[in-house]
């Protein structure tokens, strides 16, 4: 069986979301924007969420901790 080869030049790899040196999550390219997938506790609250950038994740990201 042979399988087609797959161009991965315009496959976006995953983004690492820290605050203050602590990843809580990744945000992963969506049709909308980002998504952002938690990885700890802190961060579950804006799990799932589609962010327009991913500065914006970040920024959620830090408020989340902070709450």
């Known amino acids: 069986m042979h ?3 797959v161009d991965r030049t315009n496959v976006h790899k995953p983004v690492v ?3 203050e040196g602590e990843p809580l ?7 909308a924007g980002f998504r ?3 990885v700890k506790l ?3 609250a804006i799990d799932g969420k589609i962010y327009e950038t ?8 830090a408020v989340a901790v902070a709450e």
């Not at 999550?25 to 049709?31: E, Q």
């Not at 991913?54 to 990201?61: E, H, K, N």
């Open 17 to 19: 979301i820290e605050v």
């Open 25 to 31: 999550g990744v945000v992963v390219p969506h049709a």
């Open 42 to 44: 802190p961060a579950f």
């Open 54 to 61: 991913i500065d914006a994740a970040r920024q959620a990201a």
């Open 36 to 38: 952002f997938l938690a």
């Open 3 to 5: 399988e087609p080869s």
